[in-house]
């Protein structure tokens, strides 16, 4: 259900940004988004980014967030960007939000922190930006999926690192697509 809205909204955001190129740099940023995974040809084009364990995932079974709309069955992330730093969508405490690893240890890891959790030593938090092109980008990177999660689902890395980051083969690079979420649900997303 909730891919199908997430499908349908991207298809009007695409119809949007193409009556307005003159949108300055980061006026494009919905203040709530989903994010879809863009690879034609592949299982992933169109894959709703999830949260879930610490990361980013597409073609994940169930997320298992806890919504406020527990009747939803929320399957996919809301994000929203707070001067350069991607959160996890929540209008409650405690607040979950992203880092990027791209040190040697981490390799373009990108996890979240849950509240006063501390991010890892080499941990960046802004950097965040969306496009003009409604692409989500982290200093300017893109994105890798890496199979074999949880057998079928993909875990979300950030790309330019390594091809192998954490020792994930068969990696492919990923484009995204923001879309905006009028109506965000609330969710705690499990850690
Ligand atoms: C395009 O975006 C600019 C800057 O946000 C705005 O001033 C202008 O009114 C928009 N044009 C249309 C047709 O939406
Ligand atoms: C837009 O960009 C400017 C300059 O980079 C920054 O100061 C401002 O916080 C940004 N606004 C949002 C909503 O991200
Ligand atoms: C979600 O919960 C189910 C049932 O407990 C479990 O099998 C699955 O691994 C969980 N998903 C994630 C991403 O942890
Ligand atoms: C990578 O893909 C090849 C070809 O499909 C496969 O043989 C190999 O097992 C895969 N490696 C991993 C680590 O998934």
């Given at each position: 259900?909730?891919?199908?809205?997430?499908?349908?909204?991207?298809?009007a955001a695409?119809?949007?940004?193409?009556?307005?190129t003159?949108?300055?740099?980061?006026?494009?940023?919905?203040?709530?988004?989903?994010?879809?995974?863009?690879?034609?040809?592949?299982?992933?084009?169109?894959a709703?980014?999830?949260?879930?364990?610490?990361?980013?995932?597409?073609?994940?079974?169930?997320?298992?967030?806890?919504?406020?709309?527990?009747?939803?069955?929320?399957?996919?992330?809301?994000?929203?960007?707070?001067?350069?730093?991607?959160?996890?969508?929540?209008?409650?405490?405690?607040?979950?939000?992203?880092?990027?690893?791209?040190?040697?240890?981490?390799?373009?890891?990108?996890?979240?922190?849950?509240?006063?959790?501390?991010?890892?030593?080499?941990?960046?938090?802004?950097?965040?930006?969306?496009?003009?092109?409604?692409?989500?980008?982290?200093?300017?990177a893109?994105?890798?999926?890496?199979?074999?999660y949880?057998?079928?689902?993909?875990?979300?890395?950030?790309?330019?690192i390594?091809?192998?980051?954490?020792?994930?083969?068969?990696?492919?690079?990923?484009?995204?697509?923001?879309?905006?979420?009028?109506?965000?649900v609330?969710?705690?997303?499990?850690?």
């Amino acid at each position: 259900m909730q891919f199908k809205t997430l499908f349908a909204a991207a298809a009007a955001a695409a119809t949007v940004t193409a009556q307005n190129t003159t949108t300055g740099s980061n006026s494009t940023t919905p203040a709530a988004f989903g994010v879809l995974s863009i690879r034609s040809g592949s299982e992933l084009q169109y894959a709703a980014w999830q949260a879930a364990n610490n990361g980013i995932f597409n073609l994940l079974p169930e997320q298992n967030a806890s919504c406020d709309d527990a009747a939803g069955n929320y399957n996919s992330a809301t994000f929203r960007i707070v001067d350069g730093e991607l959160y996890l969508y929540s209008t409650e405490n405690p607040p979950q939000y992203f880092y990027v690893d791209r040190s040697g240890m981490g390799q373009g890891k990108i996890g979240f922190t849950t509240g006063a959790e501390p991010a890892p030593k080499n941990a960046e938090r802004a950097g965040w930006a969306v496009t003009a092109s409604s692409q989500l980008q982290f200093d300017g990177a893109g994105f890798l999926a890496c199979p074999g999660y949880e057998s079928d689902a993909y875990e979300i890395w950030l790309a330019g690192i390594s091809d192998h980051p954490g020792y994930n083969y068969n990696c492919t690079g990923v484009a995204t697509r923001v879309v905006a979420m009028t109506a965000p649900v609330s969710c705690l997303y499990q850690s």
